[in-house]
């Protein structure tokens, strides 16, 4: 049996290749990639606290002060849901998602001009 049939999460490249540029650490990264696991419609999640620190293996506490964090640094939103009785936050992507098109931009371009170097560097090989 494979242990994809659980099922997975698709998360961009982008958020690889420039998840040091956002400011985070590698544990609020942790937090930031099992809420977007919560992810299923238009990039909002519900979850509570305590399902992310039982999967992450955290304190809820420590959860929270990330959490905290990745909003103050505009890359989530959170909200309580607009319906009545007791529910888990609402988190939204849309800070995440406007800050890594534009670092998605930067790296490219920086990806261009390392393969336009290393192609001149090839030339200049060969030459001699």
Known sequence: RSSFQGGYSVLPHSL?????????????????????????????????KAEL?????????????????????????SGYPNRPGRHAKVYRFDGLVKKLDKLAVAYRSEAKQRKH?????????IKF
Not at 24 to 47: M, S, Y
Not at 56 to 74: S, T, Y
Not at 118 to 125: I, Y
């Open 16 to 48: 690889f290749q420039c998840a040091g540029r956002l400011g985070v650490t590698a544990t609020q990264q942790a937090v930031l990639f099992h809420l977007l696991d919560f992810c299923f419609d238009e990039l909002k999640a519900e979850v509570t």
């Open 117 to 125: 170097r290393q192609d001149e560097a090839l030339r200049d090989a």
């Open 53 to 77: 620190a039982g999967r992450i293996n955290m304190d809820r506490r420590q959860v929270q002060r990330h959490l905290r964090k990745l909003e103050e640094l505009g890359l989530i939103t």
